[in-house]
Protein backbone atom coordinates (compact mmCIF):
# COMPACT_ATOMS: atom_id res chain seq x y z
CA UNK A 1 0.00 0.00 0.00
CA UNK A 2 1.15 3.64 -0.46
CA UNK A 3 0.81 5.56 2.99
CA UNK A 4 1.25 9.05 2.80
CA UNK A 5 2.26 11.28 5.49
CA UNK A 6 1.63 15.10 5.23
CA UNK A 7 2.48 18.14 7.22
CA UNK A 8 -0.09 18.90 9.79
CA UNK A 9 -1.38 22.51 8.67
CA UNK A 10 -3.59 22.95 11.67
CA UNK A 11 -2.26 26.37 14.05
CA UNK A 12 0.24 24.87 16.13
CA UNK A 13 0.20 21.85 15.46
CA UNK A 14 3.48 20.52 15.91
CA UNK A 15 2.76 16.55 15.90
CA UNK A 16 3.92 14.22 12.66
CA UNK A 17 1.71 11.36 11.94
CA UNK A 18 4.37 8.53 12.12
CA UNK A 19 7.57 8.38 13.79
CA UNK A 20 10.70 6.92 11.62
CA UNK A 21 10.76 3.70 13.83
CA UNK A 22 6.91 3.29 12.28
CA UNK A 23 8.04 4.35 9.25
CA UNK A 24 10.65 1.49 9.36
CA UNK A 25 7.75 -1.36 10.29
CA UNK A 26 6.58 -0.60 6.96
CA UNK A 27 8.55 -0.15 4.70
CA UNK A 28 10.04 -3.72 5.45
CA UNK A 29 6.87 -5.03 4.60
CA UNK A 30 7.31 -3.98 1.21
CA UNK A 31 4.74 -0.75 1.64
CA UNK A 32 5.56 2.67 0.42
CA UNK A 33 5.72 5.22 2.62
CA UNK A 34 5.40 9.03 1.53
CA UNK A 35 6.82 11.75 3.92
CA UNK A 36 6.32 15.46 2.99
CA UNK A 37 9.36 17.39 3.73
CA UNK A 38 9.45 18.79 7.23
CA UNK A 39 6.69 17.06 8.34
CA UNK A 40 8.73 15.51 10.96
CA UNK A 41 10.75 18.60 12.00
CA UNK A 42 8.87 20.11 14.90
CA UNK A 43 8.52 17.14 16.65
CA UNK A 44 12.21 16.03 15.98
CA UNK A 45 12.34 14.26 13.28
CA UNK A 46 14.48 15.02 10.39
CA UNK A 47 13.88 14.52 6.51
CA UNK A 48 16.96 12.47 6.62
CA UNK A 49 16.05 9.84 9.65
CA UNK A 50 12.73 8.94 7.57
CA UNK A 51 14.94 8.62 4.39
CA UNK A 52 17.22 6.36 6.10
CA UNK A 53 14.63 3.69 6.87
CA UNK A 54 12.87 4.34 3.38
CA UNK A 55 10.53 6.48 3.36
CA UNK A 56 10.38 8.53 0.31
CA UNK A 57 10.37 12.71 0.47
CA UNK A 58 7.52 14.67 -1.27
CA UNK A 59 7.58 18.52 -1.29
CA UNK A 60 4.15 19.22 -1.33
CA UNK A 61 0.85 18.25 0.40
CA UNK A 62 -0.62 18.26 -2.84
CA UNK A 63 2.05 15.50 -4.11
CA UNK A 64 1.47 13.44 -0.54
CA UNK A 65 -2.34 13.23 -1.04
CA UNK A 66 -2.01 12.61 -4.98
CA UNK A 67 0.64 9.92 -4.06
CA UNK A 68 -1.19 7.25 -1.09
CA UNK A 69 -3.87 5.19 -0.57
CA UNK A 70 -4.10 5.68 2.86
CA UNK A 71 -3.35 9.20 4.65
CA UNK A 72 -2.33 8.81 8.51
CA UNK A 73 -2.53 12.04 10.50
CA UNK A 74 -2.42 13.30 13.67
CA UNK A 75 -5.38 16.05 13.59
CA UNK A 76 -9.10 16.15 11.33
CA UNK A 77 -8.07 17.50 7.89
CA UNK A 78 -8.68 21.39 7.75
CA UNK A 79 -10.58 23.30 4.55
CA UNK A 80 -7.47 23.66 2.54
CA UNK A 81 -6.98 19.85 2.81
CA UNK A 82 -11.10 18.60 2.02
CA UNK A 83 -9.94 19.17 -1.54
CA UNK A 84 -6.76 16.89 -1.62
CA UNK A 85 -9.21 13.68 -0.44
CA UNK A 86 -10.33 11.24 -3.01
CA UNK A 87 -12.97 9.15 -2.99
CA UNK A 88 -11.81 5.86 -1.68
CA UNK A 89 -8.95 7.01 0.01
CA UNK A 90 -8.28 6.23 3.92
CA UNK A 91 -8.26 8.95 6.12
CA UNK A 92 -6.96 7.55 9.81
CA UNK A 93 -6.66 10.32 12.14
CA UNK A 94 -8.62 12.16 15.14
CA UNK A 95 -11.58 13.17 13.66
CA UNK A 96 -13.89 14.43 16.12
CA UNK A 97 -16.90 14.57 13.70
CA UNK A 98 -19.71 15.59 16.43
CA UNK A 99 -17.78 18.42 17.33
CA UNK A 100 -18.02 19.62 13.51
CA UNK A 101 -20.77 19.74 10.43
CA UNK A 102 -18.63 21.56 8.14
CA UNK A 103 -16.11 18.57 8.59
CA UNK A 104 -18.67 15.95 8.44
CA UNK A 105 -20.21 17.26 5.14
CA UNK A 106 -16.88 17.54 3.60
CA UNK A 107 -15.63 14.21 4.27
CA UNK A 108 -19.41 12.96 3.10
CA UNK A 109 -18.51 15.15 0.33
CA UNK A 110 -15.46 13.28 -0.56
CA UNK A 111 -16.60 9.86 -0.27
CA UNK A 112 -13.20 8.66 1.36
CA UNK A 113 -12.71 5.87 4.20
CA UNK A 114 -12.68 7.82 7.35
CA UNK A 115 -11.23 6.08 10.29
CA UNK A 116 -11.02 8.00 13.52
CA UNK A 117 -8.82 7.22 15.97
CA UNK A 118 -10.79 8.12 18.92
CA UNK A 119 -13.72 5.57 18.61
CA UNK A 120 -11.11 2.50 17.93
CA UNK A 121 -12.61 0.62 21.35
CA UNK A 122 -11.71 -2.48 22.53
CA UNK A 123 -13.91 -5.16 24.00
CA UNK A 124 -13.14 -3.62 27.51
CA UNK A 125 -14.78 -0.17 26.47
CA UNK A 126 -11.55 1.55 26.36
CA UNK A 127 -10.24 3.61 23.84
CA UNK A 128 -6.62 2.78 22.88
CA UNK A 129 -6.01 5.32 20.67
CA UNK A 130 -6.87 8.32 22.69
CA UNK A 131 -5.55 7.22 26.03
CA UNK A 132 -2.20 8.43 25.05
CA UNK A 133 -3.21 12.04 23.96
CA UNK A 134 -5.52 11.84 26.83
CA UNK A 135 -2.65 11.39 29.35
CA UNK A 136 -0.94 14.09 28.00
CA UNK A 137 -3.52 16.21 27.75
CA UNK A 138 -4.64 15.55 31.27
CA UNK A 139 -1.34 16.10 32.64
CA UNK A 140 -1.03 19.55 30.45
CA UNK A 141 -4.32 20.58 32.44
CA UNK A 142 -2.73 20.95 35.24
CA UNK A 143 0.24 22.67 33.58
CA UNK A 144 -1.11 25.15 32.17
CA UNK A 145 -4.04 26.04 34.79
CA UNK A 146 -1.49 26.29 37.59
CA UNK A 147 0.45 28.65 34.88
CA UNK A 148 -2.47 30.82 34.10
CA UNK A 149 -3.69 30.79 37.65
CA UNK A 150 -0.91 33.66 37.67
CA UNK A 151 -1.76 37.44 38.18
CA UNK A 152 0.03 38.37 35.42
CA UNK A 153 -1.90 36.73 32.99
CA UNK A 154 -5.23 37.61 35.19
CA UNK A 155 -5.29 34.58 36.98
CA UNK A 156 -6.05 34.63 40.91
CA UNK A 157 -2.57 34.61 41.83
CA UNK A 158 -2.29 31.58 43.45
CA UNK A 159 0.54 29.07 43.93
CA UNK A 160 -1.09 25.67 43.41
CA UNK A 161 0.89 23.73 45.87
CA UNK A 162 0.67 26.84 48.38
CA UNK A 163 3.86 27.29 50.98
CA UNK A 164 4.23 26.49 54.82
CA UNK A 165 1.38 28.67 56.77
CA UNK A 166 -0.56 29.16 53.30
CA UNK A 167 -3.12 26.89 52.16
CA UNK A 168 -2.77 25.31 48.56
CA UNK A 169 -5.10 25.85 45.78
CA UNK A 170 -8.34 24.03 45.48
CA UNK A 171 -8.49 22.14 41.94
CA UNK A 172 -11.96 20.73 40.67
CA UNK A 173 -11.93 17.96 37.81
CA UNK A 174 -14.94 17.00 36.20
CA UNK A 175 -14.57 13.41 35.00
CA UNK A 176 -12.55 10.66 36.46
CA UNK A 177 -11.74 9.25 32.99
CA UNK A 178 -8.03 9.04 31.85
CA UNK A 179 -7.93 12.73 31.54
CA UNK A 180 -9.15 13.40 34.76
CA UNK A 181 -7.00 10.39 36.57
CA UNK A 182 -3.68 12.30 34.82
CA UNK A 183 -4.80 15.72 35.97
CA UNK A 184 -5.73 14.39 39.82
CA UNK A 185 -2.52 12.95 39.72
CA UNK A 186 -0.54 16.31 38.63
CA UNK A 187 -2.17 18.36 40.95
CA UNK A 188 -1.73 16.16 43.88
CA UNK A 189 1.67 15.97 43.71
CA UNK A 190 1.85 19.69 42.96
CA UNK A 191 -0.09 19.60 46.80
CA UNK A 192 -3.37 20.95 45.82
CA UNK A 193 -6.05 19.85 47.03
CA UNK A 194 -7.98 17.76 44.39
CA UNK A 195 -12.07 17.18 44.18
CA UNK A 196 -13.13 14.82 41.34
CA UNK A 197 -16.20 13.95 40.41
CA UNK A 198 -17.82 11.29 37.88
CA UNK A 199 -21.36 10.10 37.74
CA UNK A 200 -19.94 6.35 37.53
CA UNK A 201 -19.11 4.74 40.85
CA UNK A 202 -17.08 2.16 39.91
CA UNK A 203 -14.52 4.98 38.39
CA UNK A 204 -14.82 7.23 41.62
CA UNK A 205 -14.12 4.04 43.47
CA UNK A 206 -10.59 3.22 41.87
CA UNK A 207 -9.45 7.11 42.40
CA UNK A 208 -10.33 6.42 45.99
CA UNK A 209 -8.07 3.43 45.91
CA UNK A 210 -4.94 4.68 43.93
CA UNK A 211 -4.93 8.48 44.63
CA UNK A 212 -3.36 9.65 48.00
CA UNK A 213 -5.06 11.80 51.01
CA UNK A 214 -5.56 14.86 48.84
CA UNK A 215 -8.11 13.76 45.99
CA UNK A 216 -10.92 13.34 47.46
CA UNK A 217 -13.90 11.97 44.95
CA UNK A 218 -17.44 13.11 44.79
CA UNK A 219 -20.85 12.15 42.53
CA UNK A 220 -20.91 14.61 39.88
CA UNK A 221 -24.55 16.55 39.68
CA UNK A 222 -25.46 20.20 39.03
CA UNK A 223 -25.70 20.73 43.09
CA UNK A 224 -22.27 19.46 43.85
CA UNK A 225 -20.49 20.94 41.06
CA UNK A 226 -22.79 24.65 42.02
CA UNK A 227 -21.13 24.39 45.57
CA UNK A 228 -17.62 23.52 44.67
CA UNK A 229 -17.20 26.01 42.20
CA UNK A 230 -17.65 28.64 44.60
CA UNK A 231 -14.39 28.40 45.97
CA UNK A 232 -12.41 26.70 43.39
CA UNK A 233 -9.37 28.46 41.73
CA UNK A 234 -8.67 25.63 38.66
CA UNK A 235 -11.51 23.63 37.39
CA UNK A 236 -10.72 21.02 34.84
CA UNK A 237 -13.42 19.78 32.51
CA UNK A 238 -12.30 16.01 30.88
CA UNK A 239 -15.68 14.51 30.29
CA UNK A 240 -16.05 12.05 27.29
CA UNK A 241 -18.93 10.77 25.68
CA UNK A 242 -17.53 8.05 22.94
CA UNK A 243 -18.19 9.78 19.49
CA UNK A 244 -20.69 12.28 20.96
CA UNK A 245 -20.76 15.55 21.95
CA UNK A 246 -19.52 16.72 25.40
CA UNK A 247 -22.53 17.62 27.87
CA UNK A 248 -22.42 21.24 29.19
CA UNK A 249 -21.74 20.42 32.89
CA UNK A 250 -20.76 24.53 33.74
CA UNK A 251 -23.43 26.86 32.16
CA UNK A 252 -22.75 30.64 31.71
CA UNK A 253 -24.30 31.73 34.20
CA UNK A 254 -22.47 29.65 36.90
CA UNK A 255 -19.12 31.89 35.92
CA UNK A 256 -20.63 34.88 38.23
CA UNK A 257 -20.20 32.01 41.05
CA UNK A 258 -16.52 31.50 40.86
CA UNK A 259 -14.44 33.82 42.20
CA UNK A 260 -12.55 36.43 39.75
CA UNK A 261 -9.40 34.99 38.44
CA UNK A 262 -10.46 31.48 38.65
CA UNK A 263 -9.24 29.41 35.50
CA UNK A 264 -11.05 26.97 33.49
CA UNK A 265 -9.39 24.45 31.26
CA UNK A 266 -11.32 22.38 28.77
CA UNK A 267 -9.70 19.31 27.88
CA UNK A 268 -13.30 18.70 26.17
CA UNK A 269 -13.14 20.90 23.80
CA UNK A 270 -12.49 18.88 20.77
CA UNK A 271 -16.01 17.42 21.46
CA UNK A 272 -17.89 20.79 21.79
CA UNK A 273 -16.36 21.38 25.05
CA UNK A 274 -18.30 20.71 28.41
CA UNK A 275 -18.60 24.25 29.51
CA UNK A 276 -21.03 26.72 27.87
CA UNK A 277 -18.42 29.52 27.30
CA UNK A 278 -15.91 27.19 25.51
CA UNK A 279 -14.86 28.58 22.49
CA UNK A 280 -11.71 26.83 21.12
CA UNK A 281 -8.31 28.67 21.36
CA UNK A 282 -5.11 27.77 19.69
CA UNK A 283 -1.27 27.78 21.71
CA UNK A 284 -0.89 31.06 20.16
CA UNK A 285 -3.67 32.98 21.43
CA UNK A 286 -5.03 30.31 24.12
CA UNK A 287 -6.91 32.29 27.11
CA UNK A 288 -10.08 34.02 26.57
CA UNK A 289 -11.72 36.06 29.56
CA UNK A 290 -15.86 36.07 30.27
CA UNK A 291 -17.06 37.20 33.76
CA UNK A 292 -13.76 37.08 35.08
CA UNK A 293 -12.56 33.74 34.76
CA UNK A 294 -10.25 32.83 32.49
CA UNK A 295 -10.78 30.43 30.10
CA UNK A 296 -8.32 27.99 28.53
CA UNK A 297 -9.56 25.47 25.70
CA UNK A 298 -7.03 24.63 23.42
CA UNK A 299 -7.99 22.13 20.83
CA UNK A 300 -4.84 20.29 20.36
CA UNK A 301 -2.78 20.66 23.72
CA UNK A 302 -0.17 17.80 23.22
CA UNK A 303 0.51 19.95 20.01
CA UNK A 304 2.59 21.68 22.46
CA UNK A 305 4.79 18.76 23.12
CA UNK A 306 5.52 17.17 19.85
CA UNK A 307 8.10 14.92 20.55
CA UNK A 308 6.11 12.99 23.96
CA UNK A 309 2.59 13.26 21.84
CA UNK A 310 4.03 12.14 18.70
CA UNK A 311 6.19 9.01 20.07
CA UNK A 312 3.16 8.06 22.63
CA UNK A 313 0.42 8.44 19.44
CA UNK A 314 2.78 6.07 17.15
CA UNK A 315 3.03 3.37 19.24
CA UNK A 316 -0.48 2.84 19.24
CA UNK A 317 -1.93 3.26 16.25
CA UNK A 318 0.99 1.47 14.28
CA UNK A 319 -0.29 -2.13 14.34
CA UNK A 320 -3.92 -0.79 13.57
CA UNK A 321 -2.11 0.95 10.08
CA UNK A 322 0.73 -2.17 9.80
CA UNK A 323 -2.94 -3.82 9.68
CA UNK A 324 -4.32 -1.74 7.17
CA UNK A 325 -1.78 -1.47 5.07
CA UNK A 326 -1.23 -5.38 5.10
CA UNK A 327 -4.90 -6.48 4.65
CA UNK A 328 -6.89 -3.31 3.24
CA UNK A 329 -9.68 -1.15 5.24
CA UNK A 330 -12.79 -3.70 4.75
CA UNK A 331 -10.65 -6.89 5.37
CA UNK A 332 -8.86 -5.59 8.71
CA UNK A 333 -12.24 -3.98 10.03
CA UNK A 334 -13.83 -7.33 9.17
CA UNK A 335 -11.39 -9.42 11.08
CA UNK A 336 -10.64 -6.65 14.06
CA UNK A 337 -13.47 -4.96 15.79
CA UNK A 338 -11.93 -2.80 17.60
CA UNK A 339 -10.54 -1.28 14.58
CA UNK A 340 -14.47 -1.57 12.78
CA UNK A 341 -15.79 0.75 15.57
CA UNK A 342 -13.26 3.42 14.12
CA UNK A 343 -14.95 3.84 10.98
CA UNK A 344 -17.13 7.27 10.87
CA UNK A 345 -17.92 7.94 7.23
CA UNK A 346 -17.12 5.57 4.16
CA UNK A 347 -17.40 6.83 1.00
CA UNK A 348 -20.51 9.19 1.43
CA UNK A 349 -22.41 7.58 4.29
CA UNK A 350 -22.40 8.01 8.10
CA UNK A 351 -21.89 4.81 10.06
CA UNK A 352 -21.06 5.48 13.51
CA UNK A 353 -24.58 6.39 15.15
CA UNK A 354 -23.37 9.45 17.52
CA UNK A 355 -22.37 11.33 14.69
CA UNK A 356 -25.87 10.94 12.63
CA UNK A 357 -27.51 12.13 15.65
CA UNK A 358 -24.97 15.09 16.30
CA UNK A 359 -26.62 16.60 12.90
CA UNK A 360 -30.04 14.80 12.57
CA UNK A 361 -28.46 13.05 9.58
CA UNK A 362 -29.30 9.38 8.40
CA UNK A 363 -27.28 6.31 9.71
CA UNK A 364 -25.60 4.21 7.17
CA UNK A 365 -24.84 0.04 8.60
CA UNK A 366 -21.56 -1.38 7.26
Same mark, same amino acid.
Given at each position: ???????? %??????????????????????????????????? *??????????????????????????????????? +?????????????????????? +??????????????????????????????????????????????????????????? &???????????? &????? *????? $????????? *??????????????????????????????????????????????? =????? =???????????????? $???????????? $????? +???????? $?????? %???????????????????????????????? %?????????????????????????? =???????????????????
Amino acid at each position: MNIGVPIE %IKNNENRVGMTPSGVFELTKRNHTVYIQKNAGNNS *GFLDDDYKEVGAIILDTIEEVYASADMIVKVKEPI +EPEYKLIREDQVVFTYFHFASS +EVLTKAMIESKAVCIAYETVEDKDGSLPLLIPMSEVAGRMSVQQGAKYLEKPIMGRGIL &LGGVPGVPPAKV &LILGA *GVVGI $QAARMAAGL *GANVFIMDINMKALRYVSDIMPNNVISEFSSEYNIRKHIKDADLIIG =GVLIK =GAKAPKLITRDMLKEM $QPGTVMVDVAVD $QGGCF +ETTVPTTH $QDPTYI %IDDVVHYSVANMPGAVPYTSTMALTNVTLPYV %IRLADMGWKKACKTDKSLSKGLNIVK =GKIVYPEIAEAFDMSLNLV
